[in-house]
Protein backbone atom coordinates (compact mmCIF):
# COMPACT_ATOMS: atom_id res chain seq x y z
CA UNK A 1 0.00 0.00 0.00
CA UNK A 2 1.53 3.45 -0.97
CA UNK A 3 2.25 6.01 1.81
CA UNK A 4 0.20 9.35 1.91
CA UNK A 5 2.50 11.90 1.03
CA UNK A 6 1.57 15.34 3.37
CA UNK A 7 2.46 18.77 1.68
CA UNK A 8 3.78 21.42 3.35
CA UNK A 9 2.76 23.69 0.49
CA UNK A 10 0.66 25.01 -1.03
CA UNK A 11 -2.32 25.06 1.08
CA UNK A 12 -5.57 24.78 -0.83
CA UNK A 13 -7.06 28.02 -2.42
CA UNK A 14 -3.76 29.65 -2.62
CA UNK A 15 -3.81 31.86 -5.67
CA UNK A 16 -0.65 32.56 -7.85
CA UNK A 17 -0.22 36.20 -9.89
CA UNK A 18 -0.68 35.29 -13.50
CA UNK A 19 2.20 36.76 -15.57
CA UNK A 20 1.93 38.41 -18.85
CA UNK A 21 1.97 35.02 -20.48
CA UNK A 22 -1.17 34.18 -18.33
CA UNK A 23 0.93 31.66 -16.58
CA UNK A 24 2.98 31.34 -12.88
CA UNK A 25 5.23 28.75 -11.92
CA UNK A 26 3.72 26.91 -8.97
CA UNK A 27 6.45 25.63 -6.11
CA UNK A 28 5.57 22.86 -3.90
CA UNK A 29 7.17 20.69 -0.96
CA UNK A 30 6.57 17.15 0.69
CA UNK A 31 7.61 15.48 3.80
CA UNK A 32 9.42 11.97 2.17
CA UNK A 33 8.58 8.69 4.15
CA UNK A 34 11.78 7.12 5.49
CA UNK A 35 10.93 4.00 4.14
CA UNK A 36 10.39 5.78 0.11
CA UNK A 37 13.35 6.23 -1.88
CA UNK A 38 12.49 7.03 -5.55
CA UNK A 39 11.75 8.75 -8.73
CA UNK A 40 9.28 11.60 -8.43
CA UNK A 41 6.45 13.02 -10.52
CA UNK A 42 3.62 15.13 -10.76
CA UNK A 43 1.42 16.61 -12.27
CA UNK A 44 -1.52 19.20 -13.09
CA UNK A 45 -5.24 18.19 -13.05
CA UNK A 46 -5.34 16.21 -16.15
CA UNK A 47 -2.16 16.85 -17.38
CA UNK A 48 1.04 14.45 -18.27
CA UNK A 49 3.51 13.62 -15.31
CA UNK A 50 6.42 15.27 -15.32
CA UNK A 51 9.81 13.46 -13.44
CA UNK A 52 11.49 16.10 -11.39
CA UNK A 53 13.99 14.00 -9.62
CA UNK A 54 14.57 11.49 -6.64
CA UNK A 55 13.35 11.36 -3.35
CA UNK A 56 16.60 10.95 -1.49
CA UNK A 57 15.89 13.64 1.40
CA UNK A 58 13.54 14.10 4.17
CA UNK A 59 11.84 16.80 1.86
CA UNK A 60 11.16 16.89 -1.34
CA UNK A 61 10.76 20.39 -2.71
CA UNK A 62 10.56 21.81 -6.85
CA UNK A 63 8.32 24.00 -9.18
CA UNK A 64 6.19 23.29 -11.76
CA UNK A 65 6.54 26.00 -14.11
CA UNK A 66 4.17 27.95 -16.62
CA UNK A 67 0.67 26.60 -14.94
CA UNK A 68 -1.73 28.47 -17.10
CA UNK A 69 -4.70 30.43 -15.41
CA UNK A 70 -7.39 28.42 -13.73
CA UNK A 71 -8.27 26.17 -10.90
CA UNK A 72 -6.04 23.40 -10.52
CA UNK A 73 -5.38 20.33 -8.23
CA UNK A 74 -1.53 19.14 -7.87
CA UNK A 75 -0.49 15.62 -8.04
CA UNK A 76 2.90 14.13 -6.51
CA UNK A 77 3.68 10.22 -6.42
CA UNK A 78 6.93 8.05 -5.93
CA UNK A 79 7.85 5.48 -7.84
CA UNK A 80 10.49 2.73 -7.07
CA UNK A 81 13.22 3.60 -9.18
CA UNK A 82 13.54 0.55 -10.49
CA UNK A 83 10.42 -0.45 -11.57
CA UNK A 84 7.09 1.39 -11.72
CA UNK A 85 5.73 0.35 -8.00
CA UNK A 86 4.00 3.32 -6.49
CA UNK A 87 5.70 3.90 -3.00
CA UNK A 88 3.34 7.43 -2.72
CA UNK A 89 1.59 9.81 -3.77
CA UNK A 90 -0.58 13.03 -2.76
CA UNK A 91 -2.31 15.45 -3.74
CA UNK A 92 -3.19 19.06 -2.99
CA UNK A 93 -6.30 21.45 -4.59
CA UNK A 94 -7.92 23.44 -5.49
CA UNK A 95 -5.04 25.46 -6.39
CA UNK A 96 -5.45 28.66 -8.69
CA UNK A 97 -3.68 30.53 -11.20
CA UNK A 98 -5.43 34.11 -11.57
CA UNK A 99 -4.94 37.78 -10.59
CA UNK A 100 -3.72 38.90 -6.58
CA UNK A 101 -5.57 42.51 -5.49
CA UNK A 102 -4.70 44.20 -2.07
CA UNK A 103 -7.50 44.91 0.14
CA UNK A 104 -6.45 47.91 1.71
CA UNK A 105 -7.67 51.15 4.09
CA UNK A 106 -9.54 51.46 7.31
CA UNK A 107 -12.60 49.62 8.78
CA UNK A 108 -14.76 50.31 5.40
CA UNK A 109 -12.64 47.75 3.45
CA UNK A 110 -12.29 45.54 6.82
CA UNK A 111 -15.75 45.71 6.03
CA UNK A 112 -18.28 46.36 8.98
CA UNK A 113 -21.68 44.47 7.03
CA UNK A 114 -23.91 42.76 10.04
CA UNK A 115 -23.05 38.85 9.15
CA UNK A 116 -26.42 38.12 8.10
CA UNK A 117 -27.42 37.45 4.29
CA UNK A 118 -23.48 37.52 3.25
CA UNK A 119 -22.11 36.87 0.08
CA UNK A 120 -21.95 33.13 -0.32
CA UNK A 121 -18.44 31.84 -1.05
CA UNK A 122 -17.05 30.52 -4.52
CA UNK A 123 -14.20 28.39 -5.38
CA UNK A 124 -11.65 30.72 -7.26
CA UNK A 125 -12.05 33.99 -5.42
CA UNK A 126 -9.39 32.72 -2.28
CA UNK A 127 -8.24 35.16 0.66
CA UNK A 128 -5.02 35.52 2.45
CA UNK A 129 -6.26 36.30 5.67
CA UNK A 130 -3.98 37.52 8.45
CA UNK A 131 -2.08 34.98 9.84
CA UNK A 132 -0.70 34.46 6.51
CA UNK A 133 -2.92 31.27 5.38
CA UNK A 134 -4.40 30.96 2.03
CA UNK A 135 -8.59 29.25 2.24
CA UNK A 136 -11.63 30.00 1.08
CA UNK A 137 -12.57 33.40 0.70
CA UNK A 138 -15.71 33.98 3.39
CA UNK A 139 -16.20 36.67 5.74
CA UNK A 140 -15.36 38.05 7.37
CA UNK A 141 -11.91 38.50 5.56
CA UNK A 142 -10.30 40.49 8.06
CA UNK A 143 -8.83 39.11 11.54
CA UNK A 144 -6.71 41.73 12.65
CA UNK A 145 -5.67 39.97 16.53
CA UNK A 146 -4.23 36.66 14.19
CA UNK A 147 -1.69 38.82 11.69
CA UNK A 148 2.07 38.10 12.59
CA UNK A 149 2.60 42.03 12.59
CA UNK A 150 2.44 44.08 15.57
CA UNK A 151 0.89 47.27 14.01
CA UNK A 152 -2.24 45.13 13.94
CA UNK A 153 -2.47 44.62 17.80
CA UNK A 154 0.56 46.05 19.44
CA UNK A 155 -2.65 48.81 20.31
CA UNK A 156 -4.07 46.07 22.83
CA UNK A 157 -4.16 47.17 26.60
CA UNK A 158 -2.34 45.22 29.13
CA UNK A 159 0.36 44.37 26.89
CA UNK A 160 0.75 42.13 23.64
CA UNK A 161 1.98 38.53 25.06
CA UNK A 162 1.35 35.44 22.95
CA UNK A 163 -0.95 33.71 25.38
CA UNK A 164 -3.27 37.27 25.49
CA UNK A 165 -3.06 37.69 22.08
CA UNK A 166 -4.23 34.19 21.83
CA UNK A 167 -7.30 34.86 24.05
CA UNK A 168 -8.33 38.21 21.93
CA UNK A 169 -8.35 36.56 19.06
CA UNK A 170 -10.31 33.81 20.16
CA UNK A 171 -13.02 35.84 21.75
CA UNK A 172 -13.17 37.93 17.99
CA UNK A 173 -13.52 34.67 16.41
CA UNK A 174 -16.61 33.88 18.99
CA UNK A 175 -18.01 36.79 19.32
CA UNK A 176 -17.87 38.80 16.23
CA UNK A 177 -21.58 39.84 14.46
CA UNK A 178 -20.28 41.85 12.15
CA UNK A 179 -17.22 41.84 9.03
CA UNK A 180 -19.35 41.62 5.61
CA UNK A 181 -17.45 43.42 3.01
CA UNK A 182 -16.94 44.38 -0.40
CA UNK A 183 -13.83 42.05 -1.15
CA UNK A 184 -16.07 38.57 -1.96
CA UNK A 185 -18.67 40.46 -4.24
CA UNK A 186 -15.52 42.23 -5.81
CA UNK A 187 -14.12 38.64 -6.53
CA UNK A 188 -17.06 37.00 -7.98
CA UNK A 189 -17.80 39.30 -10.64
CA UNK A 190 -14.85 39.40 -11.98
CA UNK A 191 -14.27 35.71 -11.77
CA UNK A 192 -17.61 36.03 -14.11
CA UNK A 193 -16.99 38.37 -16.20
CA UNK A 194 -13.94 37.22 -16.85
CA UNK A 195 -12.95 33.38 -15.49
CA UNK A 196 -9.60 34.22 -13.93
CA UNK A 197 -9.43 33.24 -10.28
CA UNK A 198 -8.94 36.39 -7.64
CA UNK A 199 -7.13 36.67 -4.26
CA UNK A 200 -7.43 38.67 -2.07
CA UNK A 201 -4.44 40.01 0.07
CA UNK A 202 -6.76 41.14 3.63
CA UNK A 203 -4.05 44.39 4.74
CA UNK A 204 -6.92 46.75 5.79
CA UNK A 205 -7.10 47.91 9.90
CA UNK A 206 -10.14 50.41 11.03
CA UNK A 207 -9.47 53.74 12.23
CA UNK A 208 -6.37 54.35 10.52
CA UNK A 209 -5.61 57.56 9.10
CA UNK A 210 -3.24 58.47 6.06
CA UNK A 211 -0.10 59.33 8.40
CA UNK A 212 -0.68 55.99 9.65
CA UNK A 213 -0.31 54.36 6.16
CA UNK A 214 2.51 56.68 5.69
CA UNK A 215 4.83 55.16 2.92
CA UNK A 216 7.82 56.74 5.06
CA UNK A 217 6.84 54.13 7.80
CA UNK A 218 8.55 51.35 5.50
CA UNK A 219 10.89 50.65 6.90
CA UNK A 220 9.51 49.91 10.54
CA UNK A 221 8.40 46.86 8.68
CA UNK A 222 5.18 44.99 10.84
CA UNK A 223 5.40 47.76 12.74
CA UNK A 224 3.89 50.02 10.09
CA UNK A 225 0.76 49.48 8.30
CA UNK A 226 2.82 50.12 4.91
CA UNK A 227 5.76 48.29 5.89
CA UNK A 228 3.14 45.41 7.15
CA UNK A 229 1.32 45.17 3.42
CA UNK A 230 4.69 44.94 1.88
CA UNK A 231 5.35 42.01 3.78
CA UNK A 232 1.92 40.31 3.07
CA UNK A 233 2.49 41.15 -0.23
CA UNK A 234 6.14 39.42 -0.72
CA UNK A 235 4.31 36.71 1.44
CA UNK A 236 2.11 35.83 -1.03
CA UNK A 237 4.59 35.80 -4.38
CA UNK A 238 5.31 39.50 -4.74
CA UNK A 239 3.49 40.58 -7.62
CA UNK A 240 -0.34 41.82 -7.56
CA UNK A 241 -2.72 42.89 -10.38
CA UNK A 242 -3.99 46.12 -8.06
CA UNK A 243 -5.13 47.64 -5.16
CA UNK A 244 -8.47 48.33 -3.63
CA UNK A 245 -8.55 51.27 -1.24
CA UNK A 246 -11.54 52.40 1.18
CA UNK A 247 -10.45 55.18 3.06
CA UNK A 248 -10.56 58.80 4.21
CA UNK A 249 -13.09 58.96 7.03
CA UNK A 250 -10.63 59.49 9.45
CA UNK A 251 -8.57 62.25 7.85
CA UNK A 252 -12.01 64.01 7.54
CA UNK A 253 -10.70 66.34 10.46
CA UNK A 254 -10.45 70.13 10.32
CA UNK A 255 -6.46 69.70 11.25
CA UNK A 256 -5.29 67.49 8.50
CA UNK A 257 -7.58 67.37 6.04
CA UNK A 258 -5.81 69.80 4.09
CA UNK A 259 -2.74 67.12 3.68
CA UNK A 260 -5.15 64.88 2.45
CA UNK A 261 -4.44 65.04 -1.80
CA UNK A 262 -0.88 65.10 -1.66
CA UNK A 263 -0.26 62.55 1.23
CA UNK A 264 -2.87 60.19 -1.39
CA UNK A 265 -0.67 61.77 -4.83
CA UNK A 266 2.46 60.35 -2.50
CA UNK A 267 1.43 56.96 -1.35
CA UNK A 268 -0.14 56.07 -4.58
CA UNK A 269 3.22 56.78 -6.18
CA UNK A 270 4.99 55.11 -3.51
CA UNK A 271 3.22 52.00 -4.33
CA UNK A 272 3.50 51.75 -7.20
CA UNK A 273 7.33 52.51 -7.30
CA UNK A 274 7.66 49.72 -4.50
CA UNK A 275 6.18 47.07 -6.62
CA UNK A 276 7.78 47.90 -10.05
CA UNK A 277 4.57 48.41 -11.71
CA UNK A 278 3.95 52.66 -12.08
CA UNK A 279 0.63 51.87 -13.87
CA UNK A 280 -0.49 49.30 -10.95
CA UNK A 281 -4.72 49.94 -11.36
CA UNK A 282 -5.70 51.54 -8.22
CA UNK A 283 -9.59 51.61 -7.51
CA UNK A 284 -11.12 53.21 -4.78
CA UNK A 285 -14.18 54.23 -2.80
CA UNK A 286 -15.36 57.76 -1.97
CA UNK A 287 -16.48 57.92 1.70
CA UNK A 288 -20.18 57.06 2.11
CA UNK A 289 -22.74 60.28 3.59
CA UNK A 290 -22.02 60.88 7.36
CA UNK A 291 -25.13 61.19 10.09
CA UNK A 292 -22.69 62.76 12.58
CA UNK A 293 -19.19 62.38 12.46
CA UNK A 294 -16.58 65.30 13.19
CA UNK A 295 -16.45 68.35 11.08
CA UNK A 296 -18.61 68.52 8.28
CA UNK A 297 -16.57 70.65 5.99
CA UNK A 298 -13.48 68.37 6.21
CA UNK A 299 -15.97 65.12 5.68
CA UNK A 300 -16.82 66.98 2.12
CA UNK A 301 -13.51 68.28 1.84
CA UNK A 302 -12.23 64.85 1.62
CA UNK A 303 -15.16 63.24 -0.86
CA UNK A 304 -14.12 66.36 -3.30
CA UNK A 305 -10.42 65.79 -3.14
CA UNK A 306 -11.02 61.98 -3.68
CA UNK A 307 -13.22 62.64 -6.64
CA UNK A 308 -9.76 65.24 -7.93
CA UNK A 309 -7.42 62.45 -7.57
CA UNK A 310 -9.12 60.11 -10.36
CA UNK A 311 -7.78 62.87 -13.18
CA UNK A 312 -4.27 62.75 -11.92
CA UNK A 313 -3.61 59.46 -10.03
CA UNK A 314 -3.60 57.77 -13.88
CA UNK A 315 -4.80 54.14 -14.14
CA UNK A 316 -7.27 54.37 -11.20
CA UNK A 317 -11.05 54.86 -11.06
CA UNK A 318 -13.32 56.61 -7.99
CA UNK A 319 -16.15 54.08 -7.24
CA UNK A 320 -18.79 56.14 -5.49
CA UNK A 321 -20.75 55.51 -2.20
CA UNK A 322 -22.81 58.19 -1.49
CA UNK A 323 -25.94 56.52 -2.14
CA UNK A 324 -25.18 53.47 0.32
CA UNK A 325 -27.41 52.28 3.78
CA UNK A 326 -25.28 52.73 6.48
CA UNK A 327 -25.25 50.43 9.27
CA UNK A 328 -24.22 53.13 11.57
CA UNK A 329 -22.93 56.58 11.55
CA UNK A 330 -20.31 55.94 9.03
CA UNK A 331 -20.64 51.94 7.63
CA UNK A 332 -22.18 51.29 4.46
CA UNK A 333 -24.35 47.87 5.81
CA UNK A 334 -23.53 44.63 3.88
CA UNK A 335 -26.42 45.03 1.39
CA UNK A 336 -24.45 48.63 -0.18
CA UNK A 337 -20.73 46.72 0.54
CA UNK A 338 -22.21 44.20 -2.18
CA UNK A 339 -22.79 47.25 -4.62
CA UNK A 340 -19.69 48.66 -3.81
CA UNK A 341 -17.95 45.44 -4.23
CA UNK A 342 -19.36 45.15 -7.94
CA UNK A 343 -18.66 48.58 -8.89
CA UNK A 344 -14.81 47.94 -8.53
CA UNK A 345 -15.46 45.01 -9.81
CA UNK A 346 -16.71 46.98 -13.28
CA UNK A 347 -13.86 49.42 -12.89
CA UNK A 348 -11.16 46.12 -12.63
CA UNK A 349 -12.71 45.29 -15.98
CA UNK A 350 -12.01 48.54 -17.53
CA UNK A 351 -8.01 48.96 -15.78
CA UNK A 352 -7.22 45.72 -16.38
CA UNK A 353 -9.50 43.53 -18.85
CA UNK A 354 -10.79 46.15 -20.95
CA UNK A 355 -13.67 44.42 -21.29
CA UNK A 356 -16.07 46.17 -18.52
CA UNK A 357 -19.85 46.52 -20.31
CA UNK A 358 -20.15 49.39 -18.27
CA UNK A 359 -19.51 52.95 -18.03
CA UNK A 360 -17.64 54.72 -14.63
CA UNK A 361 -21.26 55.92 -13.76
CA UNK A 362 -22.06 59.90 -14.25
CA UNK A 363 -19.38 62.24 -13.78
CA UNK A 364 -19.93 65.85 -14.37
CA UNK A 365 -18.38 67.20 -17.54
CA UNK A 366 -19.99 70.94 -18.04
CA UNK A 367 -22.33 73.47 -16.51
CA UNK A 368 -23.84 76.21 -18.64
CA UNK A 369 -25.20 78.79 -17.53
CA UNK A 370 -28.32 80.52 -19.80
CA UNK A 371 -28.25 84.17 -20.99
CA UNK A 372 -29.54 85.52 -17.64
CA UNK A 373 -28.23 83.13 -15.14
CA UNK A 374 -31.71 81.34 -13.98
CA UNK A 375 -31.00 78.19 -15.28
CA UNK A 376 -27.62 75.98 -14.69
CA UNK A 377 -27.18 73.08 -17.21
CA UNK A 378 -25.20 70.08 -15.85
CA UNK A 379 -24.01 67.63 -18.42
CA UNK A 380 -22.47 64.11 -17.57
CA UNK A 381 -19.80 61.88 -18.99
CA UNK A 382 -19.85 58.28 -17.90
CA UNK A 383 -23.91 57.88 -17.85
CA UNK A 384 -24.90 54.08 -18.03
CA UNK A 385 -27.76 54.41 -20.61
CA UNK A 386 -29.89 57.26 -18.99
CA UNK A 387 -30.32 58.59 -15.73
CA UNK A 388 -33.04 56.90 -13.68
CA UNK A 389 -36.02 59.19 -14.04
CA UNK A 390 -37.31 61.82 -10.97
CA UNK A 391 -39.61 64.10 -10.42
CA UNK A 392 -37.09 66.63 -8.49
CA UNK A 393 -32.94 66.03 -8.46
CA UNK A 394 -32.14 66.72 -5.31
CA UNK A 395 -28.38 67.18 -3.31
CA UNK A 396 -27.33 69.94 -5.45
CA UNK A 397 -26.64 73.75 -4.10
CA UNK A 398 -25.40 76.67 -5.99
CA UNK A 399 -23.70 79.58 -3.29
CA UNK A 400 -22.68 82.99 -3.34
CA UNK A 401 -20.50 83.78 -0.88
CA UNK A 402 -22.28 82.74 2.25
CA UNK A 403 -25.64 82.56 0.81
CA UNK A 404 -27.30 79.83 -0.86
CA UNK A 405 -29.66 80.40 -3.24
CA UNK A 406 -33.19 78.98 -4.06
CA UNK A 407 -33.30 76.37 -6.55
CA UNK A 408 -35.22 73.39 -8.36
CA UNK A 409 -33.37 70.62 -9.67
CA UNK A 410 -34.99 69.03 -13.05
CA UNK A 411 -34.14 65.91 -15.39
CA UNK A 412 -34.49 66.41 -19.08
CA UNK A 413 -36.94 64.71 -21.30
CA UNK A 414 -33.75 62.31 -22.55
CA UNK A 415 -32.46 61.46 -19.48
CA UNK A 416 -28.92 62.91 -20.29
CA UNK A 417 -28.68 66.28 -18.32
CA UNK A 418 -30.25 67.86 -14.99
CA UNK A 419 -31.27 71.32 -15.65
CA UNK A 420 -31.02 73.45 -11.85
CA UNK A 421 -33.88 76.64 -12.19
CA UNK A 422 -33.52 79.16 -9.83
CA UNK A 423 -35.84 81.83 -8.40
CA UNK A 424 -33.48 84.72 -9.28
CA UNK A 425 -30.65 85.64 -11.12
CA UNK A 426 -26.97 84.26 -10.15
CA UNK A 427 -24.53 86.62 -9.61
CA UNK A 428 -21.20 86.96 -11.78
CA UNK A 429 -19.57 84.45 -9.00
CA UNK A 430 -21.06 81.47 -7.97
CA UNK A 431 -20.13 78.18 -6.53
CA UNK A 432 -21.99 74.46 -7.41
CA UNK A 433 -21.64 71.43 -4.95
CA UNK A 434 -23.26 68.00 -4.87
CA UNK A 435 -23.95 66.21 -1.71
CA UNK A 436 -23.10 68.16 0.56
CA UNK A 437 -23.61 67.91 4.30
CA UNK A 438 -24.87 65.49 6.43
CA UNK A 439 -26.83 62.92 5.74
CA UNK A 440 -27.43 64.53 2.21
CA UNK A 441 -30.78 63.13 0.38
CA UNK A 442 -29.25 61.99 -3.07
CA UNK A 443 -31.47 60.72 -5.89
CA UNK A 444 -29.06 61.26 -9.19
CA UNK A 445 -28.24 57.84 -10.43
CA UNK A 446 -27.75 56.21 -14.07
CA UNK A 447 -29.76 52.88 -15.15
CA UNK A 448 -26.77 50.65 -13.64
CA UNK A 449 -27.63 52.67 -9.90
CA UNK A 450 -24.61 54.30 -10.02
CA UNK A 451 -24.67 57.47 -8.38
CA UNK A 452 -23.33 60.90 -8.91
CA UNK A 453 -20.27 61.26 -6.68
CA UNK A 454 -20.30 64.08 -4.41
CA UNK A 455 -18.20 67.32 -5.66
CA UNK A 456 -17.89 70.94 -5.17
CA UNK A 457 -17.60 73.41 -4.45
CA UNK A 458 -16.56 74.29 -8.55
CA UNK A 459 -16.83 77.76 -10.01
CA UNK A 460 -19.53 78.21 -12.62
Excluded at 153 to 161: C, K, N, R, V
Excluded at 163 to 187: M, T
Excluded at 340 to 356: E, F, Q, Y
Excluded at 418 to 423: A, G, R, T
Amino acid sequence: MAFKLEFSGPAAHHVYQRDERNTADIAFSVQVPEQVNGRVEARISAGAWRTLGLANEPVFASVLEAVPVGEHTLYIRILSSDSKELLAEGEVGPVFVGDLWIVAGQSNAEGCGKLIDVEEPQSGVSCFYMGDRWDLAVDPLCWVFESPDPIHWMHLPEGASEERLKEYAAAYRRDRVQGAGFGIPFGKMLLQHTGIPVGLLMVAHGGTSMSQWSEELAEEGGRSLYGAMLRVIQASGGKVKGCLWYQGESDADDSVVGLYYDRMVRWVASLRRDLGDAELPFIYAQIATVMNWGSEEAWNRIQDNQLLLESVLGNAELVPTIDAVLADAIHPDASSLRDIGHRMAWAALRLVHDKSPTQTGPRLAAAIWNDDRTELTLEFSGINGRLRPVERAFAFQVTSGNEVLPLIGHMDNDGQRIVLKLEQPAPESCQLRHGRGLNPTVNVRDELGIPLPVFGPISI
